[in-house]
């Protein structure tokens, strides 16, 4: 096992065709959009709810808690960087109130469309807007979906905690680090 220390991984850029993406109405809040990061041919695809800043107030690149957490995990499990590529439901940062459901239904057809171009072999959905949003359907959660596999759009399809709820209640951290075995054991086999 490596010593843990967080990287800034490197961001994919937007397709030109939606740089300028003003479907959802999410440009209204004014954050910039983040189409995803890491490997962009990873064969496990982490599905979040909405990027988070990349920068400071200074404009500075920096890893948020999102990040530092989720790769921690990674480093316990021995998966790499290399392995992983995190995109989002939302492709923009939400600032304030606005239509969530709609809004997510619109950019989802975004992500089938990155899937589908990137075909990975795994996908992990971490935090229950993730889940909800990516398995459409409101009624499950993380709770009553973890440890275990499901095909979604096609594709295996696991789910675990949010890794900002995990550093909000650190006795979820033993579950987030089975779940993150349980995927790293498939991935390995
Ligand atoms: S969040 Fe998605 S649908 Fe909304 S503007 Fe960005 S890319 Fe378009």
Known sequence: MTEFCPTIWPEEQTPDQLKHCRDCGLYQHGTRMVWGEGNPMAPILIVLDNPGAREDRENKPYICGTRHTLQRALNEVGLTANDIYVTYILKRRPTKAYDKNRTREICRNHLIEQLNEKTPQLIVCLGNVAVQSFFQNSEVDVKSLRGSFHTIHGYET??????????????????????????AERYFK
């Not at 905690?161 to 993150?180: C, E, Q, S």
């Open 158 to 183: 696991t789910v675990a905690y949010h890794p900002l709820a995990v550093r909000r209640r650190p006795n979820l951290w033993h579950y987030f680090i089975d779940d993150w075995k349980l995927i």
